[in-house]
C-alpha cells in the first residue's frame, strides 16, 4: 500500500509564497506522474500541476508562471512551489500519485492521494 504525507500549507497574505511537499511511501516499483490537484469551496477539483518521471510539465493556465512543480526520485516526493499567491488560489491542494508496485512477482498499477493541506491566501 502507498501513503502519501503531504505538508507545507498554511495561511498567508496575498503575494506570498509556500511549498507545499508531499512523500510517498511504501512498496512501490516505480512511480511514473505526480500531480497536484485542489479543491476550492463550492468548487470541483481541479489539477494544478503534474511532473512525469522524466521531468516534463504541465501546468493549469490559472498557475502558470506563478507555480512550480518538482520531484526528488530518490526520495519518493514531489513539491509545489506556489509564488505570488492570490485570495483565489485558496484551496485545500491535494497530492496524487500514480505507479505500479510488485508484490509475488506480480505488478500492479497504483493510483494515490494525499490528506490534503489547505492553502488560505488574504487579501
Known amino acids: 500500500q502507498v501513503q502519501l504525507v503531504e505538508s507545507g500549507g498554511g495561511s498567508v497574505q496575498a503575494g506570498g509564497s509556500l511549498r507545499l511537499s508531499c512523500a510517498a511511501s511504501?512498496?512501490?516499483?516505480?512511480?511514473?506522474?505526480m500531480n497536484w490537484y485542489r479543491q476550492a469551496p463550492g468548487k470541483q477539483r481541479e489539477l494544478v500541476a503534474a511532473?512525469?518521471?522524466?521531468?516534463?510539465?504541465n501546468y493549469a493556465d490559472s498557475v502558470k508562471g506563478r507555480f512550480t512543480i518538482s520531484r526528488d526520485n530518490a526520495r519518493n516526493t514531489v513539491y509545489l512551489q506556489v509564488n505570488s499567491l492570490k485570495a483565489e488560489d485558496t484551496a485545500v491542494y491535494y497530492c496524487?500519485?500514480?505507479?505500479?508496485?510488485?508484490?509475488?512477482?506480480?505488478?500492479?498499477?497504483?493510483?494515490?492521494w494525499g490528506q490534503g493541506t489547505q492553502v488560505t491566501v488574504s487579501s
Open positions: 511504501g512498496s512501490m516499483f516505480s512511480i511514473n506522474v
Open positions: 511532473i512525469n518521471r522524466a521531468g516534463s510539465t
Open positions: 496524487n500519485v500514480i505507479g505500479t508496485v510488485q508484490a509475488m512477482g506480480v505488478f500492479r498499477s497504483f493510483d494515490s
